[in-house]
């Protein structure tokens, strides 16, 4: 079982930087695709971006390309228990709920989510 713990969230203004963490429990990332999605009141969760874990492939939705960037901790491959997303150049617009989410690197869902952590970015 993979439990998974984000922190990181807070509010600022436009154009300011957070970084989002998120911490595994129970096991490492070894063999899955870490994830981080946001939702906002009344729509659907979406997909922010995405990391390989071993690192070597990223990908990001069109909205973050060139502000966000996904990373994970510098541990060993088969240590790796952390990914972050550092969140620079913030608008009003990345206002949500921000989750982690982890899937296997060999199948296409997301079946391990954190509880979320909040991002408010004011104007």
């Known amino acids: 079982q993979l439990h998974l713990v984000e922190s990181g969230g807070g509010s600022v203004q436009t154009g300011g930087s957070l970084r989002l963490s998120c911490a595994a429990s129970?096991?490492?990332?070894?063999?899955?695709?870490m994830a981080w999605f946001r939702q906002v009141p009344g729509k659907e969760r979406e997909f922010v971006a995405a990391?390989?874990?071993?690192?070597?492939?990223?990908?990001?939705?069109?909205s973050v390309k060139g502000r966000f960037t996904i990373s994970r901790d510098n541990a060993p491959l088969f240590l790796v228990k952390k990914v972050f997303l550092q969140m620079n150049s913030l608008k009003p617009e990345d206002t949500a709920v921000y989750y982690c989410?982890?899937?296997?690197?060999?199948?296409?869902?997301?079946?391990?989510w954190g509880q979320g952590t909040q991002v408010t970015v004011s104007s």
């Open positions: 990391i390989t874990w071993s690192g070597g492939n990223t990908d990001y939705a069109d």
């Open positions: 989410a982890a899937g296997l690197s060999t199948g296409t869902s997301y079946d391990y």
């Open positions: 129970g096991r490492t990332f070894t063999g899955y695709r």
